[in-house]
């Protein structure tokens, strides 16, 4: 199964067609801020503006060393080290995703406070309470064994360490149009209720502090998206996508439209 969600978001071009993009923009490649990355590196629904929200609302200030679960191109990584002053490993199973997160992080100036690995959320090459902190954004979705996965994140967490988690929730028998975003096709996509998460995550040794419904604020981004006319920016998540990404974009819209699923927001802490 891991194998297959690395296929799924790789295929050996990507950081080519970010810096094209960067240029087709008008941005010098070597002048590239965090901010000009915004709309291609946040691979979730609302983008920057849900990062904010989650970690906002986590409250994760006073944590020093952070760990990004399924950490993609590196957006998420490089906001917490830009805008907290967080030092961030970020951990995914794509290694084009983990070389595009370090190539763009230098570019950005955040190597030192920025590290990405190879890894597997299911067996993370961290030692016991090595985080103070640890986010997931939109990576449940490709997860069967969330009980086994959450307490592998708690495993590197300290004592009352944070986990915050914005992922798309559903029910798994849910009558979804594939391709999606997450998954080419059902045996891809391993949803699971709101209420399955909160199971998953006091099973593996947490205490649910918070669950945010964020369908509302999910329909509000979209409409705000068919509302912009001309042609796409050059930098945004088709660039990740690829060819099929107005096709899965537009199965996502209307999902999350019918009620069949929602982004969710859930913050827990260790102990």
Known sequence: MMDEVARHYGDGQLLDRILDAVTAAGIDPQELTVHDLASVDEFHIGGRRATRHLVEGAGLGSSRRVLDVGSGVGGTARYLA??????????????????????????????????????????????RGEFDAAVQLHVGMNIADK???FAEVGRVLVEGGV????DIMGRADTDLEFPLPWAGGAAGSHLATADQYVGALEAAGFRVER???????ARSFFGELRERSGPPPSLGLHLLMGEEAPTRYGNMVKAVEAGAVAPVEIVARRG
């Open 211 to 217: 669950v945010t419904d964020r369908r509302d604020f």
């Open 163 to 166: 986990f915050a988690l914005y």
């Open 147 to 149: 009980q086994a996965a």
């Open 82 to 127: 830009a805008a907290g002053g967080h030092d961030v490993v970020g951990v995914d199973l794509t290694v084009e995703y983990v070389e595009t997160a370090a190539a763009l992080s230098r570019l950005v100036g955040l190597e030192g406070s920025v590290e990405f690995q190879v890894a597997d959320v299911m067996a993370l090459p961290f030692e």
